[in-house]
């Protein structure tokens, strides 16, 4: 198992430019999630997804849309990119919501808006 | 939500045992209480979960206070490679969000 896969690593984007992030986890996974990471901070959650067609907003959704159209890929994307969206992204699923089933994260996108 | 609170960093000992303090008083009856770690440049790791009883595992063990409003997540040997962030989480799975929010957690430092 590959686990949960990010793309790209890096990307340095313009302001205003659009650009998507890919997640992908191959463990079935019903639950997958973004968060960012600042530096020194910790992880706010943007947006997230219960199952296959089902998303709902986290703490920091504003600036980020994101659709769940197979239970494999959990693709993020800036519509407008602002260097105050410049941060460490990471995706993250769990197996299973109703068992507590622990998160699994991917490695991480490093997102540099100038 | 409920929140967690914990301190910002806290410093131990190699080969010493490590006690990671979390607060989390506004606590409901269903909600799980979560730890994870993040390594360096690294996203974060599930360590240990529980919800009234203590737990263990091979990384760690998660003591639950009798009221539940606070938990303490303990290493009993650190080594230089336990030196992370350590973030602790609840989860409520009766309100159908299944969130993870996580807090600024607390950066333990291991000293040789």
């Known amino acids: 198992n590959a686990g949960v896969t990010q793309t790209p690593k890096f990307q340095v984007l313009k302001t205003g430019q659009s650009m998507t992030l890919q997640c992908a986890q191959d463990m079935n996974h019903e639950y997958m999630s973004w968060y960012r990471q600042d530096p020194g901070m910790g992880l706010r959650l943007i947006h997230y997804?219960?199952?296959?067609?089902?998303?709902d907003q986290g703490e920091v959704p504003n600036g980020y849309n994101v659709s769940r159209s197979t239970t494999e890929d959990f693709p993020l994307r800036l519509l407008s990119a602002a260097p105050s969206q410049t941060s460490v992204y990471f995706c993250a699923s769990s197996f299973n919501r109703a068992d507590n089933s622990p998160l699994h994260f991917g490695n991480g996108t490093r997102l540099t808006v100038t | 939500d409920a929140k967690t609170t914990q301190p910002n960093s806290m410093e131990s000992n190699e080969e010493e045992p490590v006690h990671l303090p979390c607060n989390h008083s506004t606590i409901s009856g269903t909600d799980y209480i979560h730890w994870y770690r993040q390594l360096p440049s690294q996203g974060p790791e599930y360590v240990i979960h529980g919800l009234t009883s203590n737990v263990n595992n091979r990384m760690a063990s998660l003591a639950i206070a009798e009221d539940r409003k606070s938990s303490t997540l303990i290493l009993h040997r650190a080594t230089l490679r336990d030196a992370a962030v350590y973030y602790c989480?609840?989860?409520?799975?009766?309100?159908?969000?299944?969130?993870?929010?996580f807090g600024t957690g607390t950066r333990l430092k291991v000293l040789a």
């Open positions: 989480i609840l989860r409520d799975e009766t309100s159908g969000t299944y969130k993870y929010i």
């Open positions: 997804s219960v199952g296959a067609g089902i998303t």
